[in-house]
């Protein structure tokens, strides 16, 4: 059926809300790229004249194309090789969705998606659309055909599951590079006792190479271990520039609202360190270096306004 320049504009103009929800069910830009394709072929093929409320049947069959996709990427990631953690975008990017209020911006931060991952899909949809699009129960119970009593206990659960007991805090695009900063600077320093001071006690390192970069399975656990293994990752040798294709040039960014490492040689973006920073110090380092995650920000990167790097790693 042919859309009329109306209706294509309609959707247009749901676009950047569609993508922002998907992203955040499923963790990858890439996927919500497709869901949110699926879902305007679907807008397309239905009888438009007869939807009372278009916003509503959007978001509704967005959510559900979104919960298939993350049954099936699960079933997926049950064979993915090493670590999985979520595609990070960079500071810009429009599928971050809407930020205006604390809780718009934590649910997108790359510490909460991780945590996401312990949810189960309804628990995940439930809690996207109501703590970073503020939709009421009974809307959230409409779209995912449950009761509205049903979605307030999904929602609660899902916040304690979310709730790690780390006191995250919420940091401008200023004081976000002056940790990226200070971080950079221990690391290449070889001092194990300076990162030490900035990590909490029972902080952690992740890194997902997708079997394409080496990448340690097991997570690194307490400020120590995590000191030695990131002093070692920084440390440079021939191998690893060879595996980059050169010395990476290291940028402090934001990456999911968090302050993040941006490594990128070339142009080309070739890993993302997020930092998650609470009261007592980092907590956690997640680093993405599977490039088949780091394409869109590759591309955001090259519409970024670029400064120098802090330095060159390896």
Sequence with gaps: MALSVDDVDR???ARP???????????SAGEAEDVVQETFLRWQAADIDRIE??????TKVLTNLSLNQLASARARRETYVGRWLPEPLLAGDPMLGPA?????RESVSYAVLTLMERLSPNERAVYVLREAFAYPH???????????AASQQIFFRAKKHVADGKARIEIDEAAARRIVEEFLAAAASGQTERLVRLLTEDAISVGDGG????ARVKAVEGAVAVAKFLRGLFKPGEAKRALAGGAPGLYAW????????VAVVDGRVVGVMCLEVTAEGIAAVR?????DKLERATARWAAADQRQPLFHAF
Excluded: C
Aim: hydrophobic content about 45%.
């Design 211 to 214: 079997g394409k970069i080496p």
């Design 11 to 13: 959707f247009e103009a």
């Design 100 to 104: 205006d209020i604390a809780e718009q």
């Design 254 to 261: 934001t990456a999911n609202g968090d302050p993040a490492v």
């Design 53 to 58: 409320v278009p916003e509503a049947w959007l």
């Design 287 to 291: 680093n993405q270096v599977n490039p």
């Design 138 to 148: 009974r809307e959230v119970a409409e779209i995912l055909d449950i009761s509205e």
């Design 17 to 27: 809300r569609l993508e922002a929800i998907a992203y955040r069910l499923l963790g």
